[in-house]
Structures are given as C-alpha cells and as structure tokens.
C-alpha cells in the first residue's frame, strides 16, 4: 500500500517531441504528489508538484495530469529539450514520509 | 546559503569498519532524512527526523543508527559496514509544518564496502 509504481525505467524521445512517465499508487491517504529530476553527480531537485484536489498543474513545459478515480499521475514534458535528459522521480507523501518511484531515466536526441 | 551539505563526498570502507556521515543545513528546516540510492531501487528512506529531538525508522533502517545533533544536523552512521550498504547517501530536509512539503537535498556521500 505504500508503494509507487513508476514506468517506464527509461525512456528515449526526439527532440522537440513529448515526454510522457506514468507513475501508480494504492494508498488514498496520500496528499502530495511531487516530481523530482536528478542530473548525473546531483541530488534530486524538485521540477513541480500536485494535490490530489487539482486534476492537471502546468509549469512552463512540464504538466503533471492527476487521476485521483485511477490514482494514477503522469509527468508531460513538451517541446523536449536535450537539457532534460536525467533521471526522474514520482514520489507520493504519507504521514511525514515521501514515498519514491523507482525512477525513469530519461534520454532527449538532439 | 549553501543548502544541504554532506560530507565526506566519497568514502571507502572495509567490511566491519565503522563511519558517520555528517549532513547540515542552513535553511532553519525542522524535518531532515537519509536516503540511499540504488541502481533500480528509486530512493529509500533509511530513517527521518520529523523535528529536533526526534528520530523515525523508515524503508531501510537494519545496519545504520541516527543522531539529530541540533537543528541544523543530522548524522548517519554505519556500526559495521557490510557489502549490501555500498550505495549513495543523500541527506534532505524540509521546512516541515501544514502543507510545507518541499524537500531539498544534499550532493550525495559515495560509499562503497569491500
């Protein structure tokens, strides 16, 4: 119940195309839904979040679309861009913990 | 201000040997975490300090021990390191409170046990 799944593991795209990671949970407790990006050598840094009351969040080229029926949330990126090339995390936050993904790493063709 | 620092960057130990792996921040955060990072494995949460005075255990506590020294640091130690805890460390910390979840985390400590 405390799991997130995320998918795919990795992920190639062309440039300019959309990006597209899905991530699923079980617990309905869950009330924060936050995406982290990590660059080789790096800690993650948080890219955007969402709470389960709101159904999409657009910041820039990155939507997150929640499904609160499906529990079920996904990451857009448009317009993908070499420089978004890393590894990405779902997360989910209970209690005081933030629940990972297991990662999905990311690779944009020039 | 330099966020979330953690030294050292990179470690090597031999099977049995101990350390502690320092984390400090300068943003005033009330919670901080350990986390280890493994190939295919996401991150998993070692253990947490929902604030000062407080430790929790999370995912993966087996091996390890915490301090919250004060509120601006939070050790990790390894009493006995085995092979199994070669991984990266990542220390993070969060303002804490109602709707405040941000986390912000350190470079990483590289630790490999041979």
């Known amino acids: 119940q405390q799991q997130v799944k995320q998918s795919p593991q990795s992920l190639i795209v062309q440039k300019g195309g959309i990006s597209i990671i899905n991530c699923a949970y079980e617990?309905?407790?869950?009330?924060?839904f936050p995406w982290y990006q990590q660059f080789p050598g790096k800690g993650p840094a948080l890219l955007i979040a969402?709470?389960?009351?709101?159904s999409e969040k657009k910041e820039g080229r990155f939507t997150i679309s929640f499904n609160k029926s499906a529990k079920q949330f996904s990451l857009h990126i448009m317009d993908s861009q070499p420089g978004d090339s890393a590894t990405y995390f779902c997360a989910a936050k209970g209690d005081d913990k933030i629940i990972f993904g297991k990662g999905t790493r990311l690779h944009i063709l020039p | 201000n330099a966020g979330v620092t953690q030294t050292p960057k990179f470690q090597v130990l031999k099977t049995g040997q101990s350390m502690t792996l320092q984390c400090a921040q300068d943003m005033n955060h009330n919670s901080m975490y350990w986390y280890r990072q493994d190939p295919g494995m996401g991150l998993r949460l070692i253990y947490y300090?929902?604030?000062?005075?407080?430790?929790d255990k999370g995912e993966v506590p087996n091996g390890y021990n915490v301090s919250r020294l004060n509120k601006r640091e939070f050790s990790l130690r390894l009493e006995s390191a085995a092979p199994s805890q070669t991984s990266v460390y990542f220390c993070?910390?969060?303002?804490?409170?109602?709707?405040?979840?941000?986390?912000?985390f350190g470079p990483g400590t590289r630790l490999t046990v041979t």
């Open positions: 300090s929902a604030s000062e005075g407080t430790t």
């Open positions: 993070a910390s969060s303002r804490g409170g109602q709707g405040i979840y941000e986390q912000y």
């Open positions: 969402i709470r389960p009351d709101v």
């Open positions: 617990n309905t407790a869950f009330d924060y």
